[in-house]
Nanobody, 119 residues
Framework: QFVESGGGLVQPGGSLSLSCAASGFSFSLYDLSWYRQVPGKERELVATITSAGGSPNYADSVKGRFTISRDNAKNTVYLQMNSLKPEDTAVYYC??????????????WGQGTQVTVSS
């Protein structure tokens, strides 16, 4: 289970921090991501951090503005969003996945949290 928090309304140029607390699975073994979706469009991958904790990957549209991080002790993944733009408005989802050696895959999704960037 994933429980998200931290969405809301912010003015352009402002900041928001999202968090997603996990339970019921071995959080530290999972790769973690944040996605976002606007009505009528496909869900977009925003940022990913692997279970190994290496350098995160970001969509070009958020590089230099968003930071994904994880705290395995708290079973929580975060997304710090700075210099927000109106085009960042979307429902944001946290995601965890684990792939077994035989290719079997486990996925968990958060319930989504609305981020609105508007003056």
């Amino acid at each position: 289970q994933f429980v998200e928090s931290g969405g809301g309304l912010v003015q352009p140029g402002g900041s928001l921090s999202l968090s997603c607390a996990a339970s019921g699975f071995s959080f530290s073994l999972y790769d973690l991501s944040w996605y976002r979706q606007v009505p009528g469009k496909e869900r977009e991958l925003v940022a990913t951090i692997t279970s190994a904790g290496g350098s995160p990957n970001y969509a070009d549209s958020v590089k230099g503005r968003f930071t994904i991080s994880r705290d395995n002790a708290k079973n929580t993944v975060y997304l710090q969003m700075n210099s927000l733009k109106p085009e960042d408005t979307a429902v944001y989802y946290c995601h965890a996945n684990y792939v077994y050696s035989n290719g079997y895959r486990l996925d968990y999704w958060g319930q989504g949290t609305q981020v609105t960037v508007s003056s």
